[in-house]
């Protein structure tokens, strides 16, 4: 008996950590045991292996097995190493040669009987492996699709452990090379032709498209709060390979990927109920925090219907993450951190009792101010966009007053956001919503002219020094909106009004 190594990976977030699998055969009674920070379903994972190896027609070693999973200070768990322990052991054993182990990573979690199940995470499992020079991946069939969505690395399918120990040995070739990818069908977006009137929330909403901002709508029910908020992701334009790969790799941890189309190429949309935990918001469990709806809505848009019926912890929770465009969540085996660059539409009844007309408002100004205040002034601070939105009077339609189809404002959209992306292409930024203030201020000073509204409303308390900032980031999306090179005093003022603190 010898020694034999391959490969698996740790998950700690979105980022993989390699983990070279040891196995030792010999040294005692018959016993296995796993070193190295295994959680308990990965300690369990003895019983699963020899079960499977016994069923796929090999031999388990009747000595004492050590597997020691390195770097050994790393806490590790999941199913995921099942296969490469099982290779590790039927290698040490001389069971099957070890030739092609030490350039390959394995994953999978193994059933009983020897089938390979899919796990989570195959994409930044692959990344990972890539980075450190591995050339050959053995992932579950089902997860074929998405192994293939990296490249430089061989990708190779297998359905059962006997299929990937006749591979080790050199007997055929039965692992499954990944079918060429086929690009996923143009998905049918919600037409804004189908909202009626609220000629200001429909030019609030192609402002925060075009760059990036976060919005908030309040009116009474059927407006169109929620109709327009669920149009907005077809205004957006469609992810860059980069972001699609971030994305892809946050809904493969969280286990959302599909299998016919598991690259993410346009922005998600996410709308949780109100009743959600704050958890499942931000992300929380024990061991390794996974990712909540905000990372999930990470390069698209969140949408928060009834804002003010969730709780207000729910809702403060997401202040760090609207400002730095992710999450750091501290758990027990460690601090990971997810992408959480999101646009957050908030849509809102003005009171509980949220009658058609204000006038019939049946609430006390205690229970309106209570119940508006469930959204906070530093959480409103970060909201760029505040539209109050009026009661439908007509539903006929003339040619005259007939809504713009998605099409015509997705073509302006998508220029503006050109104009921005071309302009902060050099620093990375690909909205205007990304900039920071400071280089707003210092780099492209706009003339005292132009921001003398903005300084006034500084001065009185109108607005703090963040909602300048923010101000600052509107009047640039309202200048691309325009073709122009730089905002004037109109934007600014425009941008300001926006911030009216009377529209919530």
């Known amino acids: 008996m ?69 770097p050994a200070t790393l806490p590790k768990g999941g199913s995921g190493y099942d296969l490469a322990l099982a290779c590790a052991v039927l290698a040490a054993a001389e069971i099957v040669p070890d030739d092609l182990l030490g350039n390959t990573v394995l994953v999978g979690e193994l059933a009983l009987d020897g089938r ?25 069939k089902a997860t074929l699709p998405e192994a293939a969505l990296v490249s430089g690395i061989e990708v190779l399918g297998a359905d059962t452990l006997a299929e990937v120990t006749r591979w080790l040995r050199g007997e055929d070739n039965g692992l499954t090379a990944p079918d060429p990818a086929v690009p996923p069908p143009e998905p049918v977006a919600p037409d804004l032709a189908d909202v009626l009137g609220q000629p200001d929330a429909r030019w609030a909403l192609e402002v925060a498209a075009a760059g990036g901002h976060n919005l908030l709508l309040i009116g009474p029910p059927g407006t169109g709060k929620t109709m327009l908020a669920r149009r907005l992701p077809g205004l957006l334009p469609p992810l860059t390979q980069d972001q699609a790969l971030e994305v892809t790799a946050i809904h493969s941890v969280a286990g959302m990927l599909r299998t016919e189309s598991p690259l993410v190429t346009i922005p998600p949309f996410i709308a949780p109920h109100h009743t959600a935990s704050r958890a499942a918001l931000v992300g929380g469990g024990t061991g390794i925090a996974k990712p909540g709806v905000i990372s999930k809505a990470h390069r698209g848009v969140l949408l928060l219907d009834e804002a003010c019926e969730f709780a207000p912890d729910r809702l403060d929770a997401l202040r760090e993450a609207l400002e730095d465009g992710e999450i750091r969540l501290g758990r027990r085996d460690g601090v990971v951190t997810y992408p959480a660059r999101f646009q957050l539409i908030l849509a809102t009844n003005p009171c509980p009792c949220a009658p058609p007309r204000d006038t019939d408002c049946t609430c006390t100004p205690a229970a309106r101010r209570r119940y508006i205040t469930r959204l906070s002034g530093p959480l409103m601070d970060r909201v760029d966009l505040r539209v109050r939105m009026r009661p439908i009077t007509r539903m006929s339609i003339t040619d005259d007053s007939r809504p713009e189809p998605t099409s015509t404002v997705r073509t302006r959209v998508r220029q503006a956001r050109q104009r921005a992306r071309d302009r902060w292409s050099t620093q990375g930024w690909t909205t205007n919503a990304e900039v920071p203030g400071p280089y707003l201020r210092r780099e492209l000073a706009l003339p005292r002219q132009a921001t003398a509204l903005l300084d006034r409303g500084l001065s009185t308390g109108a607005v703090t020094a963040r909602g300048a900032d923010r101000c600052l980031r509107v009047a640039w999306t309202l200048a691309d909106l325009a073709g122009l090179e730089k905002p004037d005093a109109d934007h600014v003022a425009a941008a300001l009004d926006f911030r009216d603190r009377r529209a919530a």
């Open 2 to 70: 010898r020694l034999a190594h391959t490969w698996s990976v740790a998950l700690f977030g979105v980022d993989g950590v390699p983990v070279e699998i040891e196995a030792d055969i010999g040294g005692g009674r018959p016993r296995t045991q796993i070193v190295g920070l295994p959680d308990t379903a990965l300690n369990e994972a003895k019983e699963r292996v020899r079960a499977a190896v016994r069923n796929s027609d090999e031999e388990w070693p009747d000595q004492a097995v050590t597997l020691a999973l390195s």
């Open 116 to 140: 390979i199940r899919e796990v989570r995470g195959v994409l930044p499992a692959l990344l990972a492996a890539r980075r450190i020079g591995l050339s050959r991946a053995v992932v579950p």
